[in-house]
């Protein structure tokens, strides 16, 4: 059993070259006292950092972030048992005893993020005691702290009060540290940030894939929406949108990977990165969201593989009709985010279910794709922009901002108008610009809107279940504990409390 800060004591994973750090190297007899001796090793570590990103992208961060939301739900299959750690996500029905929950998914996402933070950790406590390059020690620390201030990000948004680790835990008694206050934990993430930014180099000067100065200062922009900081907010964002690093593809369908070619491309700035291939740095994200049971010839022009496979069970992130319905007439992001498939197999009358098609890319081998994912674009530094003027009373400027990523849309200008109208504008555009980017469940508790929109949500799809890809089958509805936990946070992982006396 993993101990919920996974430490580097002993450094199992690092990374080959600054040129191609996605390539894994082993190195199994190897400590923290012995590996960090020249710049090389700290580049290795940095890549080492970013690693389980690839995994908590591939499951738990759309889980948490967009499948416990209005915008995906599960899809529902009679043959297949029910798969109760997906399923409780989206039906709000998260199992809790003592303030912590069984569920795989809130356990491995709180794991993926301490190693995260535990890498970094051991980076920063050992990089100024060696001597090597400064503009190379500066661009590896200011990374290191990004990933850490990301990953606590995540987790004070999902938690909470949580362990706040900024030193290499060494012993396993320091593994067990108390809860610390929210405002403890953004402070600390802040600090992080503050210092990260002028160490990183701006996009033009970084390999691709790495974090940069633009990514530093629109991750702090965030961190400064969520606690309504506005004034702090648009100080972060500006030099983001005044750099010339960034600009709005000429399409919505050219801002998403697909093709290597296209990755990190202008719009974006900062993407998980996946390489197709025999390594295990694939992506297989793309097949999670495929509803189901799907044959052979309904899965095969989608995916363009050499060998395609049936997919069976249950399909758990269907695009919801609220989310279909949110998207104004003519918006052409829709038809760029959401596809339509027939199942020969389902058991609902029409066996019409949409798709995600936004991250839809040719690849050649069965659930081994290199599509990246978008963490932050753009398009989003516009948003929080619009956001953060709005709320100071600047809605004309905000508008402006808005219309731009109307415009890429095929829509014409926004209509609203004050304050109270603008701000529900940019939040109805955030969910359609952004839809299975991981934003929406932030959006909607960040806001308080729990109540307002899952609420009814939830209602819905207990009073119309069929509406919701339930097929029409005697005792096919939602579980009678759906839409009962409607926390703000989730529950700690359980398996977790083992090792903790602090929850």
């Known amino acids: 059993m993993k101990k919920y800060i996974i430490f580097l004591f002993s450094l199992t994973l690092v990374f080959s070259s600054c040129d191609d750090f996605l390539t894994v190297v082993p190195e199994t007899q190897l400590s923290s006292a012995t590996f ?3 710049e090389a090793d700290f580049v290795q570590a940095v890549n080492g950092a970013y690693a389980p990103l690839r995994g908590y992208y591939n499951t738990q961060a ?6 416990h939301s209005d915008n995906l739900y599960y899809g529902r299959n009679i043959l297949f048992g029910a798969t109760e750690n997906h399923q409780n996500i ?8 003592g303030g912590t929950t069984p569920n795989v998914h809130v356990l491995n996402g709180w ?19 060696v001597e090597f390059d400064q503009a190379s020690k500066d661009n590896v ?28 835990v060494a012993v396993r008694e320091e593994s067990a540290l108390p809860l610390s206050e929210e405002s403890e934990v953004f402070s600390q993430i802040e600090s992080d940030l503050t210092q990260a930014v002028p160490l990183l180099p701006l996009k033009s000067q970084q390999l691709p894939g790495r974090v940069t100065q633009g990514s530093a200062r629109t991750l702090l922009g965030d961190v400064y929406v969520y606690l309504r900081r506005w004034v702090e907010a648009e100080q972060a964002l500006g030099p983001v949108i005044s750099s010339g690093e960034y600009m709005l593809m000429p399409s919505y369908e050219m ?19 996946y390489k197709e291939g025999p390594e295990g740095l694939q992506g297989t994200f793309m097949y999670q969201f495929m509803p189901r049971p799907i044959t052979i010839d309904e899965l095969a022009p989608i995916m363009g593989t050499i060998n395609p496979q049936e997919l069976g069970g249950e399909g758990p992130a269907v695009p919801t009709p609220d989310l279909i319905s949110a998207y104004e007439e003519g918006d052409l992001r829709e038809d760029v985010s959401i596809g339509y498939l027939t199942l020969s197999g389902s058991f609902r009358d029409d066996k019409v279910y949409p798709y995600i098609k936004k991250y839809q890319s040719d690849h050649v081998q069965h659930n081994n794709h290199g599509m990246n994912w978008p963490v932050y674009r753009y398009a989003e ?6 956001e953060a003027q709005n709320e100071q009373g600047k809605s004309g400027e905000a508008v402006g901002l808005l219309n731009q990523v109307r415009d890429r849309a095929g829509l014409e200008n926004s209509s609203a108008s004050g304050q109270a109208d603008v701000r529900e504008a940019i939040f109805q555009e955030r969910r359609v610009e952004l839809a299975f980017e991981n934003k929406r469940w932030f959006d909607i508790m960040r806001t308080d809107r729990i109540q307002e929109i899952i609420v009814p949500y939830g209602q819905r799809i207990i009073n119309n279940p ?9 005792g096919s509805i939602p579980p009678s504990n759906a839409f009962t936990v409607l926390d703000k946070f989730y529950p700690y992982p359980a398996l977790e409390a083992d090792l903790t006396p602090h929850f």
Do not use: C
Request: hydrophobic letters at 50%; glycine letters at 4%.
């Open 36 to 38: 960090f001796q020249t």
């Open 62 to 67: 759309w889980m948490l972030g967009e499948l």
């Open 90 to 97: 989206a039906d709000f029905a998260m199992p809790i005893s």
């Open 111 to 129: 794991r993926a993020l301490y190693l995260i933070i535990s890498r970094s950790n051991q980076i920063l406590a050992l990089i100024d005691d």
């Open 141 to 168: 620390k200011g990374q290191a702290l990004f990933l850490r201030a990301f990953s606590y990000f995540h987790l004070v948004r999902y938690f909470g009060q949580v362990p706040l680790h900024i030193t290499p």
């Open 255 to 273: 801002a998403f990977s697909e093709s290597v070619n296209n990755k990190n491309n202008a719009e974006s700035v900062f993407e998980i990165q």
């Open 381 to 386: 530094v516009l948003l929080l922009m619009a």
């Open 466 to 474: 069929i509406d919701y890809y339930y097929p029409p089958v005697e």
